[in-house]
């Protein structure tokens, strides 16, 4: 525990002496000083909370519905070779398109509140979920499927205590990657039509040249995302044993 505590004060510590070097180096007030930075970004943390908040609540149901959707069909394109061979093409296809290009579309089908920024999301993200779903089950050795049998188990049987303990190394990988990608997407929706979350928050505070407010919103988005990743250890460390 200890040792934890010590690399992440050895991160922030190294963050910060990267960031007072390019303080020094690029001499411009677009980049502040880190210290008086740090001291405004605590300042002003009941005002980036509810931005904070927001950017958290669309970023977490995007990942659930990923998930809930992402995990079965992720295991049935593993589990049926027909359907591995027809869909694994569609996704390969699908997959690398610069999918926040979809954002006028979704604002145009779900309105321009929470739900369209959430569909991004979800558009963005629902891809990685399922390819490591369906490599985590491909990666099953046959002679377990031959156990399974042998034991007579039932396909849900075999859901529980094979498909989904052998999938879950990929989904945490996969996560942590979806994570990053779906905080980057987020930030950019939340740069249209819209007056809360963090991607608005920095935004705004480059609008009026506000730097070290800018700042602080950048400090918050990595916080958060650091918080998700910190989440998505620990429950890897859960369930995988």
């Not at 210290?35 to 002003?44: G, L, Q, R, S, V």
């Not at 398109?97 to 145009?108: D, E, Q, R, S, Y």
């Not at 928050?201 to 988005?221: E, K, P, Q, R």
């Amino acid at each position: 525990m200890k040792e934890k505590i010590a690399n992440t004060f050895i991160g922030l510590l190294g963050i910060l002496v990267i960031w007072e070097l390019l303080f020094l180096f690029v001499n411009s007030p677009v980049i502040p000083a880190p210290i008086p930075t740090c001291i405004t970004f605590f300042e002003k943390i009941p005002e980036l909370l509810p931005h904070t908040f927001a950017s958290l609540y669309r970023i977490s149901i995007a990942i659930f519905i990923s998930l809930l959707i992402g995990i079965p069909l992720g295991i049935f394109i593993g589990v049926n070779p027909y359907a591995d061979k027809w869909l694994s093409p569609i996704l390969y296809y699908i997959y690398p398109i610069p999918k926040v290009a979809f954002l006028p579309v979704f604002m145009l089908l779900y309105g321009l509140l929470d739900t369209s920024k959430i569909m991004l999301v979800i558009w963005i993200i629902i891809f990685q979920i399922i390819l490591s779903a369906r490599d985590g089950v491909k990666q099953i050795d046959p002679s377990y499927h031959k156990m399974m049998s042998s034991f007579q188990a039932t396909a849900f049987m075999r859901f529980k205590h094979l498909l989904l303990p052998a999938i879950f190394p990929q989904m945490i990988s996969g996560l942590r990657i979806a994570i990053g990608i779906s905080l980057a997407s987020l930030f950019f929706a939340e740069n249209y039509a819209t007056t809360s979350g963090l991607g608005f928050y920095i935004m705004n505070a480059w609008s009026v040249i506000d730097y070290t407010d800018m700042f602080c919103g950048i400090l918050a988005l990595a916080f958060l995302g650091f918080f998700l990743f910190k989440l998505t250890d620990l429950i890897g460390k859960r369930l995988i044993k």
